[in-house]
Nanobody, 121 residues
Framework: QVQLVESGGGLVQAGGSLSLSCAAS????????MGWYRQTPGKQRELVAT???????NYADSVKGRFTISRDNAKNTVYLQMNSLKPEDTAVYYC???????????????WGQGTLVTVSS
């Protein structure tokens, strides 16, 4: 019904920047919340940043001031601009959306496939 496709992962040096994007497609009436989570092996998946349809944002304390989430609602796309990257930011980053489908409306939570971000020291 709804799919998320991520792009932008890769290798970057500490202190550098990287930008991720995630495009939603399918039977979309609205994307109530879009955001980013990250996970390392053996660890719980954790919130990085989210943005609601109305524009409110939520950031993990560890990335506040360094990462910026934004949305292009016309393109059903969410972005994550990551600056001043640290080795601790190395993880698989997953796009997430809470979506309302076209009629008959259903509320869905959808995950992207994940993209690896590696920050070298």
């Amino acid at each position: 019904q709804v799919q998320l496709v991520e792009s932008g992962g890769g290798l970057v040096q500490a202190g550098g920047s990287l930008s991720l994007s995630c495009a939603a497609s399918g039977s979309i009436f609205s994307l109530n919340v879009m955001g980013w989570y990250r996970q390392t092996p053996g660890k719980q998946r954790e919130l990085v940043a989210t943005m609601a349809n109305g524009g409110s944002t939520n950031y993990a304390d560890s990335v506040k001031g360094r990462f910026t989430i934004s949305r292009d609602n016309a393109k059903n796309t969410v972005y994550l601009q990551m600056n001043s990257l640290k080795p601790e930011d190395t993880a698989v980053y997953y796009c997430n959306a809470v979506a309302t489908t076209n009629w008959p409306h259903r509320l869905l939570e959808v995950w992207g496939q994940g993209t690896l971000v590696t920050v070298s020291s």
